[in-house]
């Protein structure tokens, strides 16, 4: 909780799949998000980070660097998508094949094709 004009943010980052970096902090009222980013125990924990280039979230919706900060906060940090997700999902059904996957991998003997 808030106490003498303090706040709990917590920074969530996940640099690689199956790792997350979580960073709790204790900042004054009223600090947004750039200022969350800029402090010293930030910085030594994931690096220097352009913040003009980082897609940020604060529980799960997207926000900006000058929005205010409130008490237990989520500050997320979104690393870029290597491949759509339509195309990777596309790519599997082609090397899976489509009678293999979905609805159509169990068919009742002599059923239809389809159903």
């Known amino acids: 909780m808030a106490t003498d004009g303090q706040i709990h943010v ?6 690689a799949p199956r790792e997350v970096v979580a960073l709790h902090l ?5 600090s947004t998000v750039g200022l969350a980013l800029q402090t010293p125990q ?3 924990a994931l690096g220097v ?7 940020l979230g604060i529980w799960g919706k997207k926000t900006s660097l000058n ?6 906060d ?18 599997r059904f082609v090397k899976q ?13 002599g059923a239809k094709t389809g159903y």
């Open 10 to 15: 917590c920074i969530l980052m996940s640099p």
């Open 26 to 30: 204790n900042l004054a009222a009223g």
């Open 42 to 44: 930030v910085q030594m």
């Open 49 to 55: 980070l352009d913040l003009d280039a980082l897609v």
């Open 67 to 72: 929005r205010a900060l409130e008490d237990q």
């Open 74 to 91: 989520r500050l997320e940090i979104y690393r870029p998508l290597k491949v759509d997700p339509k195309v990777a999902r596309r790519q």
């Open 97 to 109: 094949g489509i009678k293999k996957t979905g609805l159509f991998a169990t068919r009742r003997p």
